[in-house]
């Protein structure tokens, strides 16, 4: 009886780890679908306010500033991901592979290395024109700037809802855990590389010209017998690393925004 008392128990257990799993999953679906619905929203109604004729001087041709990459993101959610996540319903621990088999993630630590920039364009003249040209006319209580921050909210309610597949998995699952652990590394790296990102191109901005010819390391060891540092570079700085997929995007993303043939 004792037995059959504790296999009911554990058999419970599973059950509700079970619905808990699902519900998760269906959190991630039901919001990635929304996340979709923001994104045309933001294409639908304010990408055609870049080429009135009464647009701000500053704002005219900076719509890859303003806007990122974000008609990249919706190709990839709408027409990808979502129906991915949504065939998960039923199992929801092959969540993990949806986020690991797709480069398109790189492009979330584009956007987010562009962010500054849309802000500070919309900050000057971009939210008071299309607060009173568009968003008072959709009836909106949110503002353009609060829709281009969705996809930075994406990618932590990612993390959030990974994290919570992981807890809700059981011991004996642990080979889909291992899976869940790498996708939430791989959501994590990108946000971390986004803010990565940001710190290169401040590094790109600053002035690494040589100093002044009567204030350079003479040729040959330094006066405590070390090597010579090299002009603009740290010392011990190596060879640049082989461009993947990320460093083709980013070199892509600025090329765009530049108006540069790909």
């Given at each position: 009886e004792g037995t059959a008392r504790a296999s009911a128990h554990v058999e419970v257990r599973r059950?509700?780890?079970?619905?808990?799993?699902?519900?998760?999953?269906?959190?991630?679906v039901t919001t990635e679908r929304e996340y979709v619905r923001s994104l045309r929203y933001v294409i639908a109604h304010y990408f055609p306010e870049m080429e009135r004729a009464d647009l701000p001087q500053d704002l005219r041709g900076k719509r890859s500033v303003v806007f990122g990459n974000l008609e990249k993101l919706l190709d990839f959610?709408?027409?990808i991901f979502l129906q991915e996540l949504e065939a998960c319903w039923?199992?929801?621990?092959?969540?993990?592979?949806c986020f690991l088999r797709h480069e398109q993630f790189g492009l979330y630590a584009l956007y987010s290395k562009n962010k500054p920039k849309s802000d500070a364009l919309l900050a000057s003249r971009g939210l008071a024109f299309f607060k009173?040209?568009?968003q008072r006319e959709l009836g909106d209580r949110m503002d353009l700037c609060s829709y281009l921050l969705k996809p930075?909210?994406?990618?932590?309610?990612?993390?959030?809802l990974l994290d919570d597949l992981i807890k809700e998995a059981g011991a004996a699952q642990?080979?889909?855990?291992?899976?869940?652990?790498?996708?939430?590394a791989a959501v994590k790296f990108q946000l971390r590389h986004g803010n990565d990102l940001l710190a290169m191109d401040a590094?790109?901005?600053?002035?690494?010209?040589p100093p002044p010819a009567e204030s350079r390391h003479p040729s040959g060891p330094s006066a405590n017998g070390g090597p010579t540092p090299t002009a603009g570079r740290p010392e011990g700085a190596g060879s640049a690393p082989a461009p993947g997929p990320l460093h083709r995007l980013e070199r892509e993303e600025e090329a765009r925004q530049a108006g540069l043939p790909l």
């Open positions: 059950s509700s780890s079970r619905l808990k799993l699902r519900h998760i999953v269906e959190e991630m959610h709408a027409h039923k199992h929801p621990l092959r969540v993990a592979h009173v040209r568009k930075v909210q994406r990618m932590s309610k990612y993390a959030l642990e080979a889909e855990r291992t899976s869940l652990r790498t996708a939430l590094i790109r901005r600053c002035d690494v010209r």
